[in-house]
């Protein structure tokens, strides 16, 4: 996709804050993506109109971001999708916003926001809520918190083409994994419109959501992130029913990461959605067509998902070429985005190896020139596949998770609950985020690194951020199910299987494959060697030696 903007866009930075200080001019901040097709289509329509480009470089100062790679940048200033067309004061609090704007639109809100700055300055400026400092409310964990999450999901439910809401239809990977460990029939009637509806059976993956109840007007384009969750979620409701239409998914979707998504060492950050009629042309005319462009951006925490994926499946089929992937993206991550214990946000694109379909550099809008470091999602997601590793293959990853943990805990909590990112930056940067899924993803990590390494001082961060937020969990919908999940594994009994062999040995390979998939599998544990111990809550089974016996010891635990 050509860039057609006439605007000259500045870089998210210091200089375009002191410009817009100097200059007393308001900044216009366009927040887009490489995946979508509307921002692409508003500089074709919008910012290619050359009084529109003059009149905005006169009056404003022009940032542009790109949200996959300023996340932090995204969450305080997302206006609802994008583009996001954001108008602020000097000091980045926020003057008015607004979606995707025509010609027509763009002339009015210029004008608009022309004189109110003329008018009022910098007394028009405001501060989000979500960003006024305050600390979520606070509560006490107890199974009350399991229960009204499926509550809240059967009230969700659209029992008529399955999964949640009357708008449009999202994955909901979380909420299909909490529903498979506690209400079977409605977890695999969602999947099944997830696969029917959003993957992608000529090329693979899964398409980012439908725009309609059911399930029509589909966003074509496909990113790591919702894939890398769709293939953990599709391994796991394998695992708890053995059938096959939910391995074949997860199959097909891991064949797209590993050729269209992979760069070489690591998988590309999305694919663009391309050519809305050939999804519904016949599969020769699909194969003749131009494939979509890629962006070949390496981002540290949708690998790290990604890898935590694969490993998943892999454990449930053994399939070596889904692990060799993650093991190899995971190599990636440590050598190139783990610096200290910090996650380095993101990587360039180059055109060395992978696919070669597509659009390989970023395009020319994109103005980036720094990657943002030790932001809480990619902190907790390369902690979790850092575990993973441990936990399916037997690496040696304890110690770089500890380490990531650790610097996480340093730098990012504040009271009980972490922050989504260092206070510091421009604009927004500075005030305090608290955001849920980041949070409930680091204590994720903190329950399995308790186990892992040892020590319960993780056990009880976990504990104390959960906490953070109970006081709104009876006001949480299907979005938030992994943060019920985290709080019964928590509060709950969890079955930990220890086996006293190397990663890869029948006991360990049939500790996988036994329950559901919020089970514990700690291989080379300090227990008997060629045994296997199972766990749950404060009951320990006699030590197994065969997976007949470990398959009849956690039965028994269960009865």
């Given amino acids: 996709m050509d860039d057609q903007s006439r605007v000259d866009w500045r870089p998210w930075g210091e200089a375009a804050f002191v410009e817009a200080e100097r200059s007393d001019r308001p900044l216009l901040l366009s927040l887009t993506a490489t995946w979508c097709d509307h921002c692409h289509e508003m500089d074709r329509e919008t910012y290619a109109v050359e009084s529109i480009a003059r009149t905005i470089e006169e ?89 009204g999450m499926l509550v809240a999901l059967t009230d969700a439910y659209d029992e008529v083409v399955g999964g949640w809401g009357d708008g449009p239809k999202f994955p909901l990977p979380e909420a299909l ?16 419109a997830v696969s029917a509806n959003l993957l992608d059976d000529h090329e693979g993956g899964f398409h980012r959501f439908a725009g309609e109840p059911d399930w029509s007007g589909l966003r074509h384009e496909k990113l790591l992130d919702t894939n890398a969750a769709l293939v953990r979620a599709f391994s796991n409701a394998y695992l708890a029913t053995g059938r096959e239409e939910y391995r074949l998914p997860a199959e097909r979707t891991i064949e797209y990461l590993t050729t269209t998504l992979w760069t ?78 910090e996650v380095v946000r993101y990587r360039e694109p180059t055109r060395e190896g992978g696919h070669d379909g597509g659009e390989a550099d970023p395009p020319p809008w994109r103005t ?12 907790a997601q390369v902690c979790r596949a850092l575990l993973a590793a441990r936990s399916v293959l037997g ?35 500075d005030r305090p985020l608290r955001p849920l899924e980041g949070n409930v993803w680091m204590a994720d990590a903190c329950l399995d690194l308790a186990t892992l390494a040892g020590d319960d001082r993780y056990r009880e961060v976990a504990r104390e951020t959960l906490s953070a937020f109970a006081g709104a969990s009876d006001r949480l919908g299907p979005e938030a199910a992994g943060y019920a999940a985290a709080v019964a594994r928590l509060t709950g009994d969890r079955l930990v299987i220890r086996v006293g062999t190397d990663a890869g040995s029948d006991l360990h390979r049939a500790a996988f494959r036994l329950a559901d998939h919020e089970k514990l599998v700690v291989p080379r544990a300090d227990v008997e060697s060629d045994t296997a111990v199972v766990e749950y809550g404060d009951r320990v089974a006699e030590p197994a030696t065969t997976p007949a016996e470990l398959e009849s010891r956690v039965s028994a635990l269960f009865e």
Avoid: C, H, K
């Fill in 368 to 379: 980036d020139t720094e990657s943002p470091r030790l932001l809480l999602a990619d902190q």
């Fill in 59 to 147: 009056r404003f100062v022009p940032v542009r971001v790109d949200v996959d790679r300023r996340p932090r940048v995204r969450d305080r200033y997302n206006m609802g999708g994008f583009p996001s067309t954001v108008f602020l004061s000097p000091d980045g609090s926020l003057l008015t916003g607004a979606g995707y704007l025509g010609p027509d639109g763009m002339e009015q809100v210029v004008e608009r926001v022309g004189t109110m700055w003329d008018e009022e300055g910098r007394e028009a400026g405001r501060i989000p809520r979500a960003l006024a400092g305050e600390e979520p409310p606070s509560g006490e964990l107890s199974e009350a918190i399991e229960t």
């Fill in 264 to 341: 070489g060492d690591a998988f590309a950050a999305s694919q663009a959605p391309g050519d809305p009629e050939a999804y519904t042309a016949a599969a020769t005319d699909r194969e003749a067509a131009t494939e979509p462009p890629v962006d070949r951006t390496v981002l540290a925490g949708p690998n790290a998902l990604a890898v935590e994926a694969l490993l998943t499946y892999g454990a449930y089929t053994d399939d070596e070429r889904a692990r060799q992937y993650a093991e190899r993206a995971l190599d990636t991550i440590r050598e190139s985005l783990l610096d200290g214990g």
């Fill in 395 to 429: 690496s040696d990853t304890v110690a770089p998770a500890r380490e990531v943990a650790d610097r996480t805990i340093e730098a990012l909590r504040e009271g009980e609950s972490f922050l989504d990112g260092p206070r510091e930056g421009e604009g927004l940067l």
């Fill in 177 to 192: 994994e909490f529903a498979l460990a506690r209400d079977r029939s409605m977890a695999t009637r969602s999947l099944d």
